[in-house]
């Protein structure tokens, strides 16, 4: 059974930041392209960041240069470093896990991020 179990959220104040963690079980870690999405109430849910097997990575405009994705494969563990945080940036993060050139085949359940003075 997969399970993406997701760790690290708060509630921090504008220019704060925080570090997600999703680790990941009963899957080839390696394999899959990881990536961090959100959804912000009564918005779609948007792609944040993804990191192949190979390290490269991809971010969303509204988060490049604040926030960095990372993955240790003998942790089975993907990170989402996030700094110089706004209010716009808070939502549910979810990780998510997918094959090269696949769709989404597993969802973490969340964790919730508030940027709030």
């Known amino acids: 059974q997969v399970q993406l179990v997701e760790s690290g959220g708060g509630l921090v104040q504008p220019g704060g930041s925080l570090r997600l963690s999703c680790a990941a079980s009963g899957l080839t870690f390696g394999g899959y392209v990881m990536g961090w999405y959100r959804q912000a109430p009564g918005k779609q849910r948007e792609l944040v960041a993804h990191i192949t097997s190979g390290l490269t990575t991809t971010y969303a405009d509204s988060v490049k240069g604040r926030f960095t994705i990372s993955r240790d494969n003998a942790k089975n563990t993907v990170y989402l470093q996030m700094k110089s945080l706004k209010p716009e940036d808070t939502a549910v993060y979810l990780c998510?896990?997918?094959?090269?050139?696949?769709?989404?085949?597993?969802w973490g359940q969340g964790t919730q991020v508030t940027v709030s003075s």
């Open positions: 998510a896990a997918r094959l090269r050139l696949g769709p989404i085949l597993y």
